[in-house]
Nanobody
Framework: VQLQASGGGLVQAGGSLRLSCASF????????MGWFRQSPGKEREIVAA????????YYSDSVKGRFTISRDNSKGTVYLQMNNLRPEDAAVYYC?????????????????WGQGTLVTVSS
């Protein structure tokens, strides 16, 4: 599985961005997917996750109610809609594919990673 994340950029606080994660060959359609983020000096943390068919989702407390994860298996793509962005959301965002199809939230459950896309939020 090769993953390509895109959609990052500079946005003002309160603004929105939509990240996309394309899976080449669409071989991630049977895998749970997740979005993680990492800011300087901090550990990579999970932001959101979705199971293989989009039926179950997870959000970290810090983004719950503001971010939405979704997937379109026909396109081999996972999205992260980010609304009401805050300066503390600034980070490099990574998409990842899990080994399993069911919803998982631990970093160790993910074995395929995209290259990351930078999100900058100005106050």
């Amino acid at each position: 599985v090769q993953l390509q994340a895109s959609g990052g950029g500079l946005v003002q606080a309160g603004g929105s961005l939509r990240l996309s994660c394309a899976s080449f060959r669409r071989t991630s359609s049977n895998n749970a997917m997740g979005w993680f983020r990492q800011s300087p000096g901090k550990e990579r943390e999970i932001v959101a996750a979705v199971d293989w068919n989009g039926g179950n989702t997870y959000y970290s407390d810090s983004v719950k109610g503001r971010f939405t994860i979704s997937r379109d298996n026909s396109k081999g793509t996972v999205y992260l809609q980010m609304n009401n962005l805050r300066p503390e959301d600034a980070a490099v965002y990574y998409c990842a594919a899990a080994r399993s199809s069911g919803l998982v939230t631990t970093r160790s459950a993910y074995n395929k990673w995209g290259q990351g896309t930078l999100v900058t939020v100005s106050s």
